[in-house]
Each structure stands twice: as structure tokens, then as C-alpha cells.
């Protein structure tokens, strides 16, 4: 999941250089404004009167999406019992293998 933060940079003259690669390095100060960083991405994309947007999408961490999926009633002690089961079965399973 990913959650996107965005920012129209027409008005600023941001000058990159394309690696051999294909690749370029994103100013501190753009990555800092669009709120991004190490695996995160950037989306280029043209809006309707054909100007080029950035946009910065954040992955966002488990803390973040906390809450974000319901626990289909079940209280989070008894689904870790069943996931420390699953796991034990598992074990004995690839233990028993020849």
C-alpha cells in the first residue's frame, strides 16, 4: 500500500542528469517536498493541460496502516495462537521429509 503526496514542480527549474543507466538522482530538497525517500516511488504523469506532474508515493509501514484492515472479529491473542500452530505444523512437516 502505498499513499501518494503531490506536488506540481512547474514553476521550479530542477536540472538532472541522466545516468548511462537510465537513471537520475532527485535533489534533496524535491525529495524532501514530496515526502520521499529510499524505496519509495516516483510517478511522471501529464494532467489534462498536458503539463507534467511528480508525484511522490510513500510506502507506507505496518505502524501506518495499523487499524487499516478489520480483524474480522477475532482478538489479535488468539490469532497469533493460530499462527503459532500453522508454523509448528510446518516445521513437523518439512522435518518428517526424507
Do not use: C, Y
Not at 501518494?4 to 537510465?22: F, P, V
Amino acid at each position: 500500500m502505498v499513499s501518494a503526496k503531490r506536488r506540481n514542480l512547474a514553476n521550479q527549474n530542477i536540472e538532472m542528469k541522466l545516468s548511462s543507466q537510465g537513471q537520475v538522482t532527485i535533489p534533496k530538497h524535491v525529495r524532501d517536498e514530496l515526502g520521499i525517500g529510499p524505496g519509495d516511488f516516483v510517478v511522471l504523469r501529464r494532467d489534462k493541460a498536458g503539463q507534467l506532474l511528480v508525484e511522490g508515493q510513500r510506502r507506507m509501514t505496518v505502524a501506518e496502516m495499523a487499524g487499516s484492515v478489520p480483524n474480522r472479529g477475532k482478538p489479535f491473542p488468539d490469532i497469533r495462537e493460530e499462527w503459532a500452530k500453522a508454523m509448528d505444523d510446518q516445521a513437523d512437516r518439512i522435518l518428517a521429509l526424507p
